[in-house]
Structure formats: structure tokens, C-alpha cells
């Protein structure tokens, strides 16, 4: 069998040479759920490993209801390795009163994308809660980034219309029912799918290409829940073209995500 260049660097333990975008990650610690060496300086070693060029990260303590807490250390992230780390803003959507003083907070510390979690407050995205949230995410034509597990996408489809100039991401696309995330990155354009996934079936890679979603899928690894080397190797390894691999890898979330348009010639 005859390896791209990819699965090249990959097999000998190289880091990627091409733009590698991590959608999806978390820092700092919870109330409930210490993490092993979730600090920025080990997020960027493990992307040096890989070859991962920026890492895209929520604060988990924004997403259980401390999001003041959450945005010092995504900011504290972001200003230490301001080239390598993007931060997303978190809100406390359990107390309403305080969303729209995070998310200009977050907005005035340079922070242009969000992170919600439907546990962070055990409501679902229909909730009230969520509307000034939304709002202010579309006014300022915001990326966020949604946990999802299919049970979710009835409550999220009345908004994806609702809210045009919000890039809804839809985070482990293809963790159940990945027809229909499929069909709702079909019909909406500001719909896009998120790949990680620790026990991810398997050709979901190559199922979401096949459907014709190439320019709105997105890597991300979740770390530190998941291995990062584990869930770029879904890609890497998939069975499909080459380029494919460079736009699910990076260059899409170069575009939807970080809003920066990479040259052609720039893989």
C-alpha cells in the first residue's frame, strides 16, 4: 500500500507539514473533573508533537458555570502563545443576568468565537436562557462551537435559520445519527461538523466526504479528554484525497473559525 505524504510523517513519528487547526479543546480545571497536566504549556507541546499550528480552546470552567474564571485563564492562554492559542468565550448561561457582561468581556479581550455545553447548566439550547446569547453571537457574527451527541440537533435546527451570521459548529458530528448532521450541513450554510470522537466508528471520515461536506468539516481533538495524536490519526488515515485531508485538517477552520483566508499555494 502506497502512503501519502501524510501517513508518511505520521508512521515516522513526525509532526504533519501542512496548516493543522484544533477546533476543539479544553483548559484549566472544574469543580469536579480535574484534568492531568491541562496547563497551555503542555497543550503546546503536544501540538509541536503532532504539528498542530493553532489549537482552538474553551475554558472547562466556563463550561460549568464559572465563566468569569474561565475567560481569565483563556485570556492569561491567548496572551502567553497569542500565534498558537484561540480562545472561546464562555457565558454562564444558567445565570442570564451575567451572559451579556461575559461575552463583551470576552469580545473586548480580543476572544471572537464561543463554546456551549448543554450540561453547563442542564438546559436545553431551546431554553430562554440561551436568546441573548444567540442574539449577541449574531450580531457579531460569532463561530460557536456546540456540543452535541444527537439528541441535541431537534433543539439547534429552529435557530441555524434564526441566526444567519452565526457559524454554528457542531462539535462529535457523526456520534449518533450522522445522516442527520449530514443533512443539516446540507441545508444550512452556516452549518459545519466537527469531527472528535474517542470511539468513533469506523469511515465516519469518509461517509461526511462522500455526502459532499468536505469544505465544512473540521478536526479537533477535544484534548485533554482525548488524545490528540489519537483523533488527528482519523484523518490522517482516512481514506480519502489528499487535499481533503489539508482542508478538513486546517484550512476549513481557517476560514470558518479563525476568519483568516490562507493562500492557495499554502497547504
Same mark, same amino acid.
Given at each position: 500500500?502506497?502512503?501519502?505524504?501524510?501517513?508518511?510523517?505520521?508512521?515516522?513519528? #513526525?509532526?504533519?507539514?501542512?496548516?493543522?487547526? %484544533?477546533?476543539?479543546?479544553?483548559?484549566?480545571?472544574?469543580?469536579?473533573?480535574?484534568?492531568?497536566?491541562?496547563?497551555?504549556?503542555?497543550?503546546?507541546?503536544?501540538? %509541536?508533537?503532532?504539528?498542530?499550528?493553532?489549537?482552538?480552546?474553551?475554558?472547562?470552567?466556563?463550561?460549568?458555570?464559572?465563566? %468569569?474564571?474561565? #475567560?481569565?485563564?483563556?485570556?492569561?492562554?491567548?496572551?502567553?502563545?497569542?500565534?498558537?492559542?484561540?480562545?472561546?468565550?464562555?457565558?454562564?448561561?444558567?445565570?442570564?443576568?451575567?451572559?451579556?457582561?461575559?461575552?463583551?468581556?470576552? #469580545?473586548?479581550?480580543?476572544?471572537?468565537?464561543?463554546?456551549?455545553?448543554?450540561?453547563?447548566?442542564?438546559?436545553?439550547?431551546?431554553?430562554?436562557?440561551?436568546?441573548? #446569547?444567540?442574539?449577541?453571537?449574531?450580531?457579531?457574527?460569532?463561530?460557536?462551537?456546540?456540543?452535541?451527541?444527537?439528541?441535541?440537533?431537534?433543539?439547534?435546527?429552529?435557530?441555524?435559520?434564526?441566526?444567519?451570521?452565526?457559524?454554528?459548529?457542531?462539535?462529535?458530528?457523526?456520534?449518533?445519527?450522522?445522516?442527520?448532521?449530514?443533512?443539516?450541513?446540507?441545508?444550512?450554510?452556516?452549518?459545519?461538523?466537527?469531527?472528535?470522537?474517542?470511539?468513533?466508528?469506523?469511515?465516519?471520515?469518509?461517509?461526511?466526504?462522500?455526502?459532499?461536506?468536505?469544505?465544512?468539516?473540521?478536526?479537533?481533538?477535544?484534548?485533554?479528554?482525548?488524545?490528540?495524536?489519537?483523533?488527528?490519526?482519523?484523518?490522517?488515515?482516512? %481514506?480519502?484525497?489528499?487535499?481533503?485531508?489539508?482542508?478538513?485538517?486546517?484550512?476549513?477552520?481557517?476560514?470558518?473559525?479563525?476568519?483568516?483566508?490562507?493562500?492557495?499555494?499554502?497547504?
Amino acid at each position: 500500500m502506497k502512503h501519502d505524504i501524510l501517513e508518511q510523517q505520521a508512521l515516522a513519528g #513526525l509532526p504533519l507539514e501542512c496548516y493543522v487547526v %484544533d477546533s476543539h479543546a479544553h483548559i484549566g480545571t472544574g469543580p469536579s473533573f480535574p484534568l492531568y497536566r491541562n496547563d497551555v504549556d503542555s497543550f503546546i507541546e503536544s501540538m %509541536d508533537r503532532i504539528g498542530c499550528d493553532v489549537c482552538c480552546i474553551s475554558p472547562y470552567a466556563g463550561l460549568k458555570n464559572y465563566a %468569569d474564571i474561565g #475567560l481569565r485563564e483563556i485570556v492569561a492562554a491567548v496572551e502567553r502563545y497569542p500565534d498558537r492559542i484561540f480562545g472561546y468565550i464562555t457565558a454562564d448561561v444558567g445565570y442570564p443576568e451575567s451572559i451579556e457582561r461575559q461575552i463583551k468581556t470576552g #469580545l473586548a479581550a480580543g476572544l471572537t468565537a464561543m463554546k456551549i455545553h448543554v450540561s453547563s447548566a442542564r438546559l436545553p439550547y431551546s431554553h430562554p436562557n440561551y436568546v441573548k #446569547l444567540f442574539e449577541l453571537a449574531n450580531e457579531h457574527a460569532l463561530p460557536i462551537l456546540i456540543h452535541t451527541w444527537g439528541a441535541e440537533l431537534p433543539d439547534l435546527e429552529p435557530l441555524f435559520p434564526r441566526y444567519p451570521k452565526i457559524t454554528f459548529v457542531l462539535g462529535h458530528a457523526g456520534s449518533c445519527q450522522r445522516e442527520k448532521y449530514a443533512e443539516l450541513a446540507l441545508r444550512y450554510d452556516n452549518v459545519c461538523l466537527e469531527l472528535c470522537f474517542s470511539a468513533s466508528p469506523k469511515g465516519i471520515v469518509e461517509y461526511f466526504v462522500r455526502r459532499g461536506l468536505v469544505d465544512k468539516m473540521l478536526w479537533g481533538s477535544d484534548t485533554n479528554f482525548y488524545s490528540c495524536e489519537h483523533q488527528i490519526g482519523r484523518v490522517v488515515f482516512a %481514506d480519502i484525497d489528499l487535499g481533503d485531508k489539508y482542508k478538513i485538517l486546517g484550512r476549513n477552520a481557517a476560514r470558518l473559525i479563525l476568519k483568516r483566508e490562507l493562500p492557495e499555494s499554502y497547504i
